[in-house]
């Protein structure tokens, strides 16, 4: 490891520590400081977008335990998400109860569904997996689509805007924080999460699913909670989701969204929190990009104006992650730190 | 019952197309053990090439049918040698995503060149309406059979009398055998990929005949999952033995309970229903083989 000259560490507690130099935790709190700042100084335009970029963050990194950490490589995202959204939102319509209730248990409900649909990962890894978790989707909107008299089928149904303590989080920027504050919460525990007896053993069985089990890591039991951990995770992003448009549709969890989810690890970085990051916040950013330069695109070739907007994000996603695929399979985090070790070293172009 | 015998029927047809699909899938797969994800998407490029040949361009069937073919072996060199030949040696995950990738930018194209409309080529194809008891059979599932069939027939004569057809039938069995005996591996993957982009297009041409093009045709390619899955991943006979099953057996659980269902669209989520139970009670399918791992 790196450690810049005079960064001594004395005990276990400080070379475990995340944040290990005053200068890390003075990043830290500047960070924060300014991410909470944001809702003075931009426009609710940008603080949707930015909203919906910790809603992925949260979705990303349950999918990292499950796929980056544990290798159980999953398509089924957004199907967990759903199951958490309307769970949520059933208990607060029909029910009454109060979104800081609705929300644990939405989550709690996404990762039962977890361990549900993550029984075949007992047997089967892989493409095999792959396909069940692609059916559990289908098979999760399916049921959403039937259950008319709960669900309200393809209509959906109306969601009031949570309440905290008495205070609605009616405006955009009140969203914001919650959503905000999730997200940190997320990215703390999850980092913590990787760190403990169960994120090793996901590490081991990702590298070896064999070897792993004959060293007496049990693949029943944690594989089971590396579904739930990453379930509940997509419940919590979903129930946000959910809340923040004030109204549930089972269109909301289209199933590509769970294969972007899977585009934003490899395109940040699988196997690493910071990653999971990094690649909500690129890939997220290209679809604004894409937003934007799509009518501009129609206004300069009108004869396909249509199409050319409709398909420009869908080129753009795949082209994104074929050209991560086959030139940076790593991710933007590895190139990232690259740069970093770059400047730390300069002007020597090696350590050691 | 002659209800019930029209289901058969269409949905043999319908399961002779599946079946085709699923050939695709499982040649890649034994050749390159690559997971082809965007096996339907070839389908859907496939529909909305025999729109382009046989409406705006008005070529008889037979002609639309080679020329769509000639576009899809280039489609799949394209493909094979541009994008998935960087990533021999890479985790199975990478070419996954990769061939995910592709579905994307496939829909993209094809939303790209024909708007992603509906687009339907009923008319064009000769009628030919057969009768038997009480049973009609449209014109579609019966072009569709014969040229499944014959699909099927041309692959199995390709594998058996052709050298490249060996060769691909030895890279199955054992790649670095087959690597040490002088054959390239990577002209096996791009005719696997040819192949698989060909039956793809063929499954494309006659599904779009029966139902009309429009972009979810692409989720044809799950349907083909669920149809690999039931016959084992590395059987062809099974591939052919499940689409027809599945195929049936969708037609007729749509055609009873669908009426009886609020939403409907049973025919939508039945193979997903098909796969989970195939993947918990007996993974390697019908005729697959059991893989033993070893450290």
């Not at chain 2, 073919?69 to 489609?75: N, P, R, S, W």
């Not at chain 2, 579609?140 to 004569?157: F, P």
């Not at chain 2, 790649?175 to 192949?195: F, K, L, M, P």
Request: proline share 4%; net charge neutral.
């Amino acid at each position: 490891m790196l450690l810049r000259t005079g960064t001594f560490h004395e005990n276990y507690g400080q070379d475990m520590a995340i944040f290990r130099t005053t200068l890390h935790w003075g990043i830290l709190f500047v960070f924060l400081v300014l991410l909470f700042a944001c809702p003075l100084f931009f426009s609710d335009r940008i603080l949707t977008i930015m909203t919906m970029i910790g809603i992925a963050i949260i979705s990303v990194h349950g999918l990292n335990i499950l796929t980056g950490y544990c290798g159980q490589i999953s398509i089924g995202h957004v199907g967990f998400m759903a199951v958490g959204g309307y769970t949520s939102a059933i208990l607060m319509v029909k029910l009454g109860w109060p979104f800081w209730v609705t929300l644990p248990c939405g989550a709690l409900a996404a990762g039962i569904a977890g361990l549900i649909f993550g029984l075949p990962s007992l047997k089967i890894k892989g493409f095999y997996l792959i396909m069940a978790t692609i059916a559990a989707h289908f098979i999760i909107i399916w049921l959403i689509l039937q259950l008319i008299p709960i669900t309200g089928g393809a209509d959906g149904f109306g969601v009031p805007k949570p309440e905290i303590a008495g205070i609605a989080l009616k405006s955009k920027r009140s969203y914001f924080y919650l959503v905000m504050a999730f997200a940190c919460l997320a990215t703390y525990t999850a980092q913590n999460i990787v760190r403990t007896r169960a994120g090793r053993a996901f590490v081991a069985i990702r590298d070896n699913e064999l070897a792993a089990e004959v060293m007496g890591v049990s693949l029943w039991s944690y594989k089971l909670q590396a579904f739930f951990i990453g379930c509940v995770y997509a419940g919590v992003a979903g129930a946000l989701l959910i809340h923040y448009y004030g109204w549930a549709s089972a269109d909301m969890f289209p199933f590509m969204d769970s294969v972007w989810y899977l585009g934003m690890l490899i395109v940040g970085g699988m196997g690493t929190v910071t990653g999971a990051i990094f690649g909500a916040v690129s890939l997220k950013l290209l679809d604004e990009l894409v937003t934007i330069i799509g009518p501009m695109l129609a206004a300069i070739f009108p004869a396909i104006a249509a199409q050319a907007a409709a398909s420009l994000g869908l080129i753009a996603r795949g082209l994104v992650i074929i050209l991560f695929l086959i030139f940076e399979p790593r991710g933007l985090l590895h190139r990232w730190e690259i740069i970093k070790a770059y400047f730390k070293l300069w002007p020597f172009s090696h350590q050691e | 019952m002659t209800f019930f015998l029209q289901l058969v029927v269409t949905g043999f047809s319908l399961g002779m197309v599946y079946a085709l699909v699923a050939i695709g899938f499982v040649i890649i797969l034994k050749c390159s053990e690559a997971f082809n994800i965007a096996q339907g998407h070839f389908v859907l490029i496939g529909g909305y090439l025999g729109y382009t040949f046989l409406v705006p361009l008005g070529l008889p069937i037979w002609a639309s049918l080679f020329l769509a073919i000639g576009v899809a072996i280039i489609m799949g060199l394209l493909i094979e040698r541009l994008t998935l030949r960087p990533l021999l040696g890479q985790p199975v995950l990478a070419v996954i995503m990769m061939t995910i990738a592709l579905a994307s930018v496939l829909e993209g194209l094809a939303t790209l060149f024909w708007g992603g409309e509906y687009k339907a080529y009923h008319g064009v194809l000769p009628t030919l309406a057969l009768k038997l008891g009480g049973v009609s059979i449209p014109s579609e599932s019966l072009i569709g059979l014969v040229v499944s069939v014959a699909a099927v027939a041309i692959l199995m004569l390709f594998f058996h009398y052709t050298k490249i057809g060996l060769a691909m039938r030895a890279t199955a069995e054992d790649e670095q055998v087959v690597q040490s005996c002088g054959i390239r591996a990577t002209t096996v993957y791009a005719v696997s990929w040819v192949i698989a982009s060909v039956v793809g297009v063929i499954g494309g041409i006659l599904l779009g005949g029966v139902s009309g093009v429009m972009i979810p045709l692409a989720e044809i390619g799950l349907k083909a999952f669920a149809v690999v899955l039931l016959g084992g991943v590395n059987s062809i006979g099974g591939a052919i033995l499940a689409g027809i099953i599945l195929g049936v057996l969708e037609n007729v659980a749509a055609g009873y309970l669908d009426p009886l269902l609020p939403g409907g669209g049973l025919a939508h989520v039945f193979p997903f229903v098909v796969m989970i139970i195939v993947l918990i009670f007996r993974p390697h399918g019908l005729f697959g083989l059991v893989t033993i791992e070893r450290i």
